[in-house]
C-alpha cells in the first residue's frame, strides 16, 4: 500500500494565461495526505481553495506538476482513465448540497453506484447502511425539498461515499449553515470518516472546525504552508 492517499506536487494553474486579465491561482501548491489523515484547509475566499481541490479531484487539470492518488499519477492518464478514477476513487463534498431534487434520499445515494457499476440490491442496502450511520435512515424516501438543511447535507455526505472513495474532498461542507447545525453536521461528518478510515482534505474558514482536524495547512500566494 502507498504511503499517502493524495499527494500535490509542485501544482501550477494559471487562468487566462498571456491576456491582460492573466490569474496565476496555483503556484507550486505541494501536499501529501497519508492514510486515515483528516486535514483542514484554510484560505480567504479567491486564494484558489476550489481549484486546488478541483484538480485534487481530477475535475482540471494542472498547468504544472502531478497528483498523485494511491501511488498513481492521474496527471498521466487519459479522460477516460480519470473519469473511472474519480468516480471510484474520489467522493465530493460542496458548501450547497446538490442533491437530484426529483429523487428520493435513497435513490440519491443510489445513483452514484449504479453509474459505477454496482448492482441495484447492492447499492440499495448500501444506501440504506449509510443513511442509518448518519441518522436520516427515516427520511429515507423523502426527496430533498422535504428534508432539513442539516439532513440534505448528511445525505450529501452519504453519497459521496457511496462508492467507497479512498479520498474524499470538501469545499466548505457546512457553511451553508447556521452555526450549531453546522457544528451538529460536522460532528457527524468526521464520525463518518473515522468509522470509513478516509483520507480527507476538508476545506474550511471555521478555525474552531479546523482545529478537530488531525492537521491544519493554510493557502498563501498560491502555496500551501503548515497551519
Not at 453519497?159 to 449553515?177: I, V, W
Amino acid at each position: 500500500m502507498n504511503e499517502n492517499v493524495l499527494s500535490l506536487q509542485a501544482i501550477s494553474k494559471t487562468y487566462n494565461a498571456s491576456k491582460p486579465n492573466e490569474v496565476q491561482v496555483l503556484r507550486g501548491a505541494s501536499l501529501e495526505i497519508s492514510h486515515g489523515e483528516v486535514v483542514a484547509l484554510v484560505a480567504p475566499s479567491g486564494a484558489g481553495k476550489s481549484t486546488l481541490l478541483h484538480i485534487a479531484g481530477l475535475l482540471d487539470t494542472p498547468d504544472s506538476g502531478a497528483v498523485l492518488i494511491d501511488g498513481r499519477d492521474m496527471t498521466r492518464l487519459g479522460d477516460g482513465t480519470r473519469t473511472a478514477a474519480r468516480r471510484s476513487q474520489v467522493g465530493f463534498i460542496y458548501q450547497f448540497h446538490h442533491l437530484l431534487p426529483e429523487f428520493s434520499a435513497q435513490e440519491n445515494v443510489v445513483l452514484p453506484q449504479l453509474a459505477n457499476g454496482v448492482p441495484a440490491r447492492e447499492a440499495e442496502a448500501r444506501a440504506r447502511d449509510l443513511l442509518a450511520r448518519v441518522g436520516v435512515e427515516k427520511r429515507a424516501d423523502h426527496r430533498p425539498a422535504a428534508l432539513s438543511g442539516g439532513e440534505q447535507q448528511r445525505v450529501a455526505f452519504c453519497r459521496a461515499l457511496a462508492n467507497a472513495p479512498s479520498l474524499l474532498l470538501a469545499d466548505e461542507p457546512t457553511g451553508n449553515l447556521d452555526p450549531a447545525t453546522s457544528d451538529q453536521v460536522f460532528g457527524t461528518l468526521m464520525a463518518l470518516v473515522r468509522d470509513t478510515g478516509l483520507s480527507a482534505l476538508i476545506a474550511t474558514h471555521n478555525l474552531d472546525l479546523a482545529r478537530r482536524m488531525d492537521r491544519v495547512v493554510r493557502m498563501e500566494d498560491g502555496q500551501i504552508t503548515p497551519g
